[in-house]
């Protein structure tokens, strides 16, 4: 009886974990998907509500960047008011700004929307990994949820683009914004049913309501503006030049107020909302800095190849979108294969490999000619890329919040997400500049292809430096006898291998 009771306490607990794991990872996954799910639309959108070229990328930028500046502000929330109060509203702001989106009547009102679901999806997105985290207590389950959550974050962005092209080619592009309503009920139903509220932070920072519960809404506003302009600037370079007025004065403006952050962080803010001192831990900043330089090469990849195999091979959305599928196959299985892989290979190993993998793919893709053929230009070194930004996920994310304080864990998941959105935007706007200096604005299919194959060089030059970092920054030391004996179960434990160096 006694085993029998054991089992079925078991077999409980192991349908709360996958339960528990899946709302969390539906989460992320909503958050993921919006950053690219309007690639393959792009074309769609541009007829159907008359956006201007400038004025389209915007549809884009309008999320990342707003996501990217609310992240840390979303994770600071979700440690002083509430994980899973937080995690509701995230989701409700990125449900009813994706409606509003849907139903948009003119271009101002959807890029509106996109910024509103952005500020969601900062909210709900370190809510989601610090939910996770502070749930799942033992090495083991701790690290098999990590493997499903950045399998999910991971794969996401491939998965987008290739649901993207679907919805649009067979309904409409209204429809990639209208399937995140049936999630988002979904969700916020599952969290009241699944989840237990927690909070960091000391018991005064939770009950005293003192300067420490306030938010650094200056210092979200700094960073987000800061980082608009800077993105602005860096993208019309490349039509206007660097020497332009509308070029330098964004761009100049963008870095004065990063560095006012900084500034600001460290001797004005009550409550900062990037604790500076989180970035002396070496593998959170080995971490982060690996991550934006991946995140600049890869998320940009998307952007390009959506325009080569449209305006350059002439293919259709949804055949553009199918395009993208075994990628996004490859993706989630080397993000979901993290845990099973620090089992056997040192953490450092797989946060070079990861990233040398893109790399390759990426100098691969630098060579596409003007008529491609899929099997033999394509194929190949889409997966390349898209695997090795999943096998380096799940580590990248380990390294980024190990050895954080347990009251801490709401920042450094919101510092990790704010990296990889904003390596992802500034590598767009990078990307896109250089591309637009080789073509000079032309339409011309051979100069478009040049500034491509222009653009793909950059990112692997990227990626290559993401991974040069980790392999400089941290060093495997000998494991203490006593390593020897802990159960090999325990990926997280591969952390403890590793020291900066």
């Given at each position: 009886?006694?085993?029998?009771?054991?089992?079925?306490?078991?077999?409980?607990?192991?349908?709360?974990?996958?339960?528990?794991?899946?709302?969390?990872?539906?989460?992320?996954?909503?958050?993921?998907?919006?950053?690219?799910?309007?690639?393959?639309?792009?074309?769609?959108?541009?007829?159907?509500?008359?956006?201007?070229?400038?004025?389209?990328?915007?549809?884009?930028?309008?999320?990342?960047?707003?996501?990217?500046?609310?992240?840390?502000?979303?994770?600071?929330?979700?440690?002083?008011?509430?994980?899973?109060?937080?995690?509701?509203?995230?989701?409700?702001?990125?449900?009813?700004?994706?409606?509003?989106?849907?139903?948009?009547?003119?271009?101002?009102?959807?890029?509106?929307?996109?910024?509103?679901?952005?500020?969601?999806?900062?909210?709900?997105?370190?809510?989601?990994?610090?939910?996770?985290?502070?749930?799942?207590?033992?090495?083991?389950?701790?690290?098999?949820?990590?493997?499903?959550?950045?399998?999910?974050?991971?794969?996401?962005?491939?998965?987008?683009?290739?649901?993207?092209?679907?919805?649009?080619?067979?309904?409409?592009?209204?429809?990639?914004?209208?399937?995140?309503?049936?999630?988002?009920?979904?969700?916020?139903?599952?969290?009241?049913?699944?989840?237990?509220?927690?909070?960091?932070?000391?018991?005064?920072?939770?009950?005293?309501?003192?300067?420490?519960?306030?938010?650094?809404?200056?210092?979200?506003?700094?960073?987000?503006?800061?980082?608009?302009?800077?993105?602005?600037?860096?993208?019309?370079?490349?039509?206007?030049?660097?020497?332009?007025?509308?070029?330098?004065?964004?761009?100049?403006?963008?870095?004065?107020?990063?560095?006012?952050?900084?500034?600001?962080?460290?001797?004005?803010?009550?409550?900062?909302?990037?604790?500076?001192?989180?970035?002396?831990?070496?593998?959170?900043?080995?971490?982060?800095?690996?991550?934006?330089?991946?995140?600049?090469?890869?998320?940009?990849?998307?952007?390009?190849?959506?325009?080569?195999?449209?305006?350059?091979?002439?293919?259709?959305?949804?055949?553009?979108?199918?395009?993208?599928?075994?990628?996004?196959?490859?993706?989630?299985?080397?993000?979901?294969?993290?845990?099973?892989?620090?089992?056997?290979?040192?953490?450092?190993?797989?946060?070079?490999?990861?990233?040398?993998?893109?790399?390759?793919?990426?100098?691969?893709?630098?060579?596409?000619?003007?008529?491609?053929?899929?099997?033999?230009?394509?194929?190949?070194?889409?997966?390349?890329?898209?695997?090795?930004?999943?096998?380096?996920?799940?580590?990248?994310?380990?390294?980024?919040?190990?050895?954080?304080?347990?009251?801490?864990?709401?920042?450094?998941?919101?510092?990790?997400?704010?990296?990889?959105?904003?390596?992802?935007?500034?590598?767009?706007?990078?990307?896109?500049?250089?591309?637009?200096?080789?073509?000079?604005?032309?339409?011309?299919?051979?100069?478009?292809?040049?500034?491509?194959?222009?653009?793909?060089?950059?990112?692997?030059?990227?990626?290559?430096?993401?991974?040069?970092?980790?392999?400089?920054?941290?060093?495997?030391?000998?494991?203490?006898?006593?390593?020897?004996?802990r159960p090999a179960e325990q990926p997280t434990d591969r952390l403890a291998d590793t020291e900066v160096g």
């Open positions: 009886m006694a085993n029998g009771e054991a089992e079925a306490t078991q077999s409980l607990s192991r349908k709360r974990f996958w339960l528990v794991t899946g709302l969390l990872s539906l989460g992320q996954l909503m958050v993921v998907l919006d950053v690219s799910i309007v690639n393959v639309a792009l074309p769609s959108i541009r007829t159907d509500l008359g956006f201007s070229e400038a004025g389209l990328a915007w549809v884009v930028n309008g999320y990342a960047l707003a996501y990217a500046g609310f992240l840390l502000l979303g994770g600071r929330a979700a440690d002083l008011f509430g994980r899973r109060r937080i995690f509701v509203l995230g989701l409700a702001v990125f449900t009813l700004a994706s409606l509003a989106g849907a139903v948009a009547p003119n271009g101002l009102v959807l890029v509106i929307a996109r910024v509103a679901q952005g500020i969601g999806g900062a909210i709900l997105s370190p809510a989601t990994l610090t939910i996770l985290t502070t749930t799942f207590t033992t090495p083991a389950q701790r690290g098999k949820a990590l493997g499903v959550w950045s399998a999910v974050a991971g794969g996401g962005a491939a998965i987008g683009t290739v649901l993207g092209g679907v919805l649009t080619g067979l309904l409409s592009w209204r429809w990639i914004l209208l399937v995140n309503l049936p999630l988002g009920v979904l969700g916020i139903v599952g969290a009241y049913l699944l989840l237990v509220e927690s909070r960091g932070g000391s018991p005064a920072d939770i009950q005293g309501g003192g300067q420490r519960r306030s938010l650094d809404l200056g210092g979200a506003a700094l960073v987000t503006t800061g980082l608009v302009a800077l993105v602005y600037g860096t993208i019309n370079s490349g039509e206007q030049g660097w020497g332009a007025v509308t070029t330098l004065v964004p761009f100049v403006g963008g870095l004065v107020l990063l560095a006012w952050f900084v500034v600001h962080e460290h001797r004005i803010a009550a409550a900062p909302l990037l604790p500076l001192g989180l970035l002396r831990l070496g593998s959170v900043a080995v971490g982060n800095a690996s991550m934006f330089l991946l995140a600049t090469g890869v998320v940009a990849h998307f952007f390009f190849l959506t325009l080569y195999l449209q305006n350059v091979l002439g293919w259709s959305p949804l055949a553009a979108g199918l395009a993208f599928l075994p990628g996004a196959a490859a993706m989630t299985v080397g993000a979901y294969a993290g845990p099973a892989l620090l089992k056997l290979i040192p953490l450092r190993v797989l946060l070079v490999t990861g990233p040398l993998l893109s790399t390759a793919g990426l100098a691969w893709l630098s060579l596409l000619p003007l008529q491609a053929t899929y099997a033999v230009h394509l194929l190949v070194p889409m997966v390349l890329v898209t695997l090795g930004a999943g096998i380096a996920m799940m580590p990248l994310a380990l390294a980024a919040t190990g050895g954080v304080p347990r009251s801490e864990a709401g920042v450094a998941s919101g510092l990790i997400n704010t990296t990889r959105q904003v390596g992802g935007a500034v590598g767009l706007g990078v990307l896109a500049a250089v591309a637009a200096s080789v073509t000079g604005g032309s339409a011309d299919p051979a100069l478009q292809v040049s500034g491509q194959r222009a653009a793909f060089v950059v990112a692997a030059a990227f990626t290559l430096a993401a991974a040069l970092i980790p392999l400089v920054g941290l060093r495997t030391r000998p494991a203490p006898a006593a390593a020897e004996q």
